[in-house]
């Protein structure tokens, strides 16, 4: 089908999709707790004819959609989690959150998950139109947001026949999705002995000396890591708030991220040496750190990657009216963008800025990703700014965009034999001599 005419095929159905949209938006979820926007998405599926299954792959908040039979089996990738403390009114530009410390849509993930099930309805409806023979699959994956659905859908084996994988991710600009770091999300805990600080404190071992020490080895680290490893910590545990005990015991939470997998292991396993010296320093017992997320480096395929820039561009620019112009003027207080909107051509593969379990599975079957402009230019992922937009017009322009990239992406790859396998041959090539091991532990567990 040419690219038009698939174009005007999702706009006739743009409104079922924007309110899918928004009614995720308004019942925002966090990791595996996604009950409301998975039903929302395996109804609308079952309505536009796929036979669904839901919960799937022993996940409950995880569903699978398929249509057709046959080769190549294309999977589009959805996902639908919240992020903690982002509650925000739609459309306010100073902080006004709807529930104080609520959850909120702060990366998009209504707009991420609404768009892969508007191309494949859209998809669907060209094959049968058109005699196209193969597999369509949407797979819902969910807890993207530091739960590592993916990694569990993999060990489940929901990519084992898969051909090939696609999926995007909202932006502020238009570009290419093909890098992410390698990170390992872990906890260390310390246990001491609790005395009165003052009248027998040679009878205390602080945990909490342990934790801080662990912190200070950890800052000389850094002098000696390689320029792409980035250390956060987080104090999940004090002990207490009476400075006058000795703290019996404390918690840090540890993110550890790289551009390797092979540089994080290593970075994570000097990590554990610094807590047991922290420990011995401060005479207490260090509790085995325990790993609760990771996620790989991401493989790029340069078949599927130009496939879908071809695509993005083919359905660039987007129209705004004055109105939405203006609005998102309202969202760039600093003065600093260039522009409202995004209206540039999609950027080339930029240095990995964040994590994602789509880098999992680019590491198990071919995969393609991308970024739509859904937001005024300027505004980060993962705050309020972004939640407030989560509802605009901008917001469906965008992903109304990538579904018509993704939708027009896979009909190519169900036309044309030899894309599939050259982006085949691209994974092999990129992960020759590799195996992938995900750097979750073998005995983890969907939350
Ligand atoms: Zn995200």
């Known amino acids: 089908m040419e690219k038009d005419k698939l174009g005007k095929l999702i706009e006739e159905n743009a409104k ?9 938006w308004e019942s925002p979820e966090l990791c595996y707790r996604e009950t409301t926007a998975a039903e929302l998405h395996a109804e609308t599926l079952k309505g536009a004819g796929f036979s669904v299954t839901y919960p799937a792959y022993g996940i409950n908040t995880a569903y699978l959609a398929e249509f057709g039979q046959g ?8 996902e639908y989690d919240a992020l903690d403390g982002m509650s925000q009114e739609a459309d306010a530009n100073v902080r006004t959150p709807i529930i104080p410390g609520g959850p909120g849509h702060g990366c998009g993930h209504q707009l991420l998950g609404t768009a892969v099930v508007e191309a494949a309805a859209a998809v669907k409806t060209v094959m049968e139109k058109e005699g196209i023979k193969g597999t369509l699959r949407v797979i819902g994956c969910p807890a993207e947001e530091g739960g590592g659905g993916k990694v569990f859908l993999i ?3 929901a990519f084992k026949d898969v051909d090939i994988a696609l999926s995007w991710h909202p932006n502020d600009e238009h570009g290419a999705q093909d890098t992410a770091l390698a990170v390992v999300i872990a906890f260390f805990s ?8 003052a009248a027998a404190p040679e009878k205390g071992r602080s945990a909490l000396d342990a934790a801080e020490l662990m912190n200070v080895g950890t800052q000389f680290l850094r002098e000696h890591v390689s320029d792409d490893v980035r250390i956060h910590y987080a104090f999940h545990d004090v002990g207490g708030l009476a400075a006058n005990v000795v703290q019996a015991n404390a918690k840090l ?4 991220r790289a551009k390797k997998n092979a540089t994080v292991l290593d970075v994570y396993a000097r990590i554990c040496d610094i807590a047991k010296g922290a420990a011995l320093m401060a005479g207490v017992e260090a509790a085995e750190p325990v790993i609760v997320g990771a996620y790989a480096d991401f493989i790029p395929n340069s078949t599927l990657g130009s496939l879908v820039n071809k695509y993005q561009n083919a359905f660039l620019p987007i129209d705004y009216t004055e109105e939405e112009l203006a609005y998102a003027k309202r969202f760039q207080k600093d003065g600093k963008a260039a522009e409202p909107i995004c209206t540039k051509p999609p950027k080339k593969s930029e240095g990995p800025g964040g994590s994602t379990d789509l880098a999992d599975v680019s590491w198990v079957v071919p995969t393609g990703a991308f970024y739509s402009a859904c937001s005024a230019l300027g505004t980060v992922p993962h705050s309020w700014e972004l939640v407030a937009q989560g509802k605009s017009s901008i917001a469906h322009k965008g992903m109304h965009h990538a579904a018509k990239v993704m939708a027009a992406s896979a009909l190519d ?3 044309d034999p030899a894309l599939v396998k050259a982006a085949k041959a691209d994974f092999a090539k990129a992960t020759e001599g590799e195996s992938y091991n ?6 983890a567990k969907p939350w």
């Open 16 to 24: 079922t999709y924007e309110n899918l949209s928004d009614a995720v």
């Open 71 to 78: 080769c190549p089996v294309i999977a589009l990738l959805s």
């Open 155 to 157: 060990r489940a084996g």
């Open 190 to 197: 310390f246990t001491g002995k609790a005395a009165h600080a």
């Open 253 to 256: 939470q540890y993110v550890i």
């Open 413 to 415: 790859l169900y036309a």
């Open 438 to 443: 995900s750097l979750l532990p073998e005995d």
